[in-house]
């Protein structure tokens, strides 16, 4: 979060650079079965990110050492692509994936029924094709669609978008200038048929006043998102 | 890669199936399975490419960066390619630092690009001594179902073709297409029941025997070899091996020049 | 970059191939993970569907079955989950001096003691008996929480399958594949003189010539595509 707020990404008419208006969203499409080869996937474009997500399981758990003896276990990998930035990322180890696999599997964890899996184990893959900011919420987004492909049960699906500042404006869904010359970023993680919270990050500046906008924005887009994971698994195409 | 289990009725069904002239998923022995290629699919490489043969699903993607060429060959950039299997293309595949399976498919598929010469290494030199381009390709497999070999190869060089020189960003000249002066192809042959067939499906990889990797140029002009896994093989199945390479390398060839 | 459809948020309502499922009557009875299935009271729960607040919710992909006053869920896609008495089509995956681990397709392996093998069985000799890789058919013999499932091999009919093909199919394709009062498996094994095992863990077992074995493998692929529910179109 540089904060140059002297970057100007929003008009006094509130549209921003690609002419979206404050609360709108990219555009997103979902696709499932696309790794034929696994138990469940999905593929998920938005704006210019491109995620896969392949689900294997329940299956046996190894390492044994991970295995618990009362519910499934949860083996969430989020990686990114050595094509997938504008300077290629060297494959290999990286903190940052690692908290983002991190944080979600705790999210997926709140919602599958892991306690009729006992020591089992759920792979969930999370590649990342091509990124353009918000990776970590496509993939929490997709991973939810790619577990109900798998027929994993879950009480609800998790639907991932963040909102955030630019030049004092609250706006929603931030795409990748805004992401970096922007004043804040908050990140959510909505189970959306309660309006209840999995995932929550945020970092940068926001008054309390514009937190709560920023919070709206997120809840309103869920439910948006929500409705292109509905038609998707149905069937059709979103 | 976790070691698969292999059923044994899988081999008895497969020899069977072989002594028939018949194969698991009803192909003849040469058949190869439906190849679909997209390129320019990924916005952020400077070159990509996607191809499905069958349930096997790759991209590959080119990226370029700078570099300071080696002191013993100060006009030449460099050519590197790495291929990466994770577990989302299956379950056998775990994660973890790369297995040999995966590194023997990376560097076979980077000689067969390599050797051919197609990438010109003394035109990649931007200020001799001091900066070169040095393009990177990188294969990505999202689905294994059999023949990561031949699949890899054929996004690798698809890749390659569309791939443009990002200069205007690097700030040392306008953008310009990388080009490639042929078009290697790689054909994999895998030993199911007790003959080679081409372009293995994932039941017969797994239980089949030794193959063989053939890339060829756009002149027959043999660029690399490798045999993999145990196994033994004559003279005589390996003539009719290549013979069978160079027709289907010039098939995979026009499919690519037709897009 | 690439030219597919691309789904704008203002689109979603029209159907002009981006957004909105194709065939409105069959996919009003599918249901997606979390979504409200009404009240709970005077209902009983089955497969896939939970109570949560006094309401009946979804936990799974697929069709909604109302059978007298149990709602469940008819999934899509779904895992084989053992029950005691459950014919089961295994591979041996790994033995110890007194026991051999079974692959049945489920979210763990089972156990099969060298007490409930195949004939005569001395400790130390589970491998010269049956070696990893071998097919089995067994039938599940008890199903706890704490630990593996187990299997047995004692029983009629139950042994080694030495020749022939296993073929995997979604459990949940059983029901079709059988047919009414068994009509349909009973038609397929004339049509292809073949010997046709159908196992409760999503395999089968098929035993004939080549020819036979070839044709029932045709007639599964034929089930399996016609049970998809819509043809997802356009985009890969």
């Not at chain 1, 006992?118 to 969930?124: D, E, L, Q, V």
């Not at chain 2, 030449?76 to 299956?90: F, K, N, T, W």
């Not at chain 3, 053992?82 to 089972?110: K, M, Q, S």
């Amino acid at each position: 979060m540089g904060g140059y707020g002297d970057v100007q990404m929003i008009d006094e008419n509130g549209k921003r650079v690609d002419g979206r208006g404050p609360g709108d969203l990219r555009d997103i499409t979902i696709e499932t079965d696309v790794v034929p080869v696994a138990d469940g996937s999905c593929r998920m474009t938005w704006g210019t990110n491109e995620v896969i997500v392949a689900v294997y399981g329940p299956m046996e758990c190894h390492p044994r050492k991970l295995q618990r003896q009362d519910r499934a276990v949860l083996d969430v990998a989020y990686n990114m692509a050595p094509f997938s930035t504008t300077d290629r990322m060297r494959p290999g180890f990286n903190r940052r994936s690692r908290e983002i696999s991190k944080v979600t599997k705790d999210a997926l964890e709140s919602v599958v029924l892991l306690e009729l899996y006992p020591r089992s184990k759920i792979r969930i893959s999370i590649e990342v094709l091509s990124a353009e900011a918000g990776t970590r919420c496509v993939g929490l987004t997709a991973a939810s669609v790619a577990l109900a492909d798998a027929g994993v049960p879950m009480t609800d699906m998790v639907v991932s978008v963040a909102s955030g500042k630019i030049n004092d404006v609250v706006v929603c869904d931030l795409n990748k200038e805004e992401d970096n010359y922007g004043e804040a970023d908050l990140p959510m993680g909505i189970l959306p048929n309660s309006g209840q919270l999995v995932f929550l990050q945020m970092d940068g500046d926001l008054s309390q006043e514009e937190f709560n906008q920023a919070w709206q924005y997120n809840m309103d887009a869920a439910q948006t998102i929500h409705n292109f994971m509905v038609d998707s698994l149905k069937g059709g195409e979103a | 890669m976790a070691i698969p289990l292999v059923p044994k009725l899988l081999r008895a069904h497969l020899a069977e199936l072989a002594e028939n002239d018949a194969r698991i998923d009803g192909r003849q022995q040469w058949e190869g399975r439906d190849v679909e290629i997209e390129t320019s699919v990924l916005p952020r490489a400077e070159g990509s490419a996607r191809v499905r043969m069958g349930d096997t699903i790759v991209f590959a993607g080119v990226k370029f960066q700078i570099m300071k060429p080696y002191s013993d060959r100060p006009n030449q950039g460099g050519l590197m390619c790495s291929a990466e299997i994770r577990p989302v293309a299956g379950r056998n595949w775990e994660s973890g630092p790369p297995s040999p399976e995966s590194i023997e498919l990376g560097r076979v598929v980077d000689r067969g690009i390599r050797e051919s010469g197609c990438i010109d290494v003394d035109a990649l030199c931007i200020i001799p001594g001091e900066k070169a381009w040095q393009v990177i390709l990188d294969l990505f497999a999202i689905s294994d179902d059999g023949n990561l070999f031949d699949a890899f190869a054929l996004a690798g060089i698809a890749a390659l073709r569309n791939a443009v020189v990002p200069a205007e960003r690097f700030e040392v000249g306008e953008d310009y297409s990388l080009g490639v002066s042929k078009t290697p192809i790689m054909c994999s042959y895998h030993k199911v029941g007790d003959r080679f067939v081409y372009d293995a499906c994932g039941r017969e990889e797994l239980g089949g025997d030794e193959r063989i990797h053939i890339t060829l140029g756009d002149d027959d002009h043999v660029h690399s070899l490798q045999k993999g896994l145990k196994g033994i093989f004559s003279t005589e199945e390996f003539t009719e091996i290549m013979g069978r390479a160079q027709e289907r390398s010039k098939e995979i060839r026009d499919i690519l020049d037709s897009l | 970059m690439n030219s597919r459809p691309v789904a704008r948020l203002d689109s979603m309502s029209k159907k002009n191939g981006a957004g909105g499922p194709r065939d409105r009557g069959r996919a009003q009875s599918l249901v997606v993970p979390g979504q409200d299935l009404g009240e709970s009271e005077g209902q009983e729960v089955g497969h896939g569907v939970i109570v949560m607040e006094g309401r009946l919710r979804a936990t799974k992909n697929g069709r909604i079955r109302n059978q007298g006053s149990t709602v469940s869920i008819e999934p899509l896609h779904t895992r084989y989950i053992p029950r005691p008495g459950d014919l089961a089509i295994g591979y041996i995956e790994g033995c110890t001096n007194n026991i051999w681990f079974v692959e049945l397709g489920a979210p763990f392996n089972a156990i099969l003691p060298m007490s409930l093998g195949p004939g005569k069985v001395e400790f130390g000799g589970t491998r010269s008996v049956m070696d990893v890789g071998e097919a089995i058919l067994c039938r599940v013999q008890e199903v706890e929480e704490t630990h593996s499932s187990v299997v047995t091999m004692k029983g009629m009919g139950l042994r080694k399958i030495r020749s022939g093909v296993i073929e995997e199919i979604d459990p949940h394709l059983l029901g079709r594949l059988i047919g009414k009062g068994g009509e349909s498996l009973k038609r397929l094994k004339e049509d292809a003189e073949c010997r046709v095992i159908v196992a409760d863990n999503g395999r089968m077992w098929i035993d004939g010539d080549l020819d036979g074995i070839l044709e029932v493998r045709r007639q599964l692929d034929l089930m399996t595509v016609e049970s998809r529910p819509i043809p997802v179109g356009g985009g890969h």
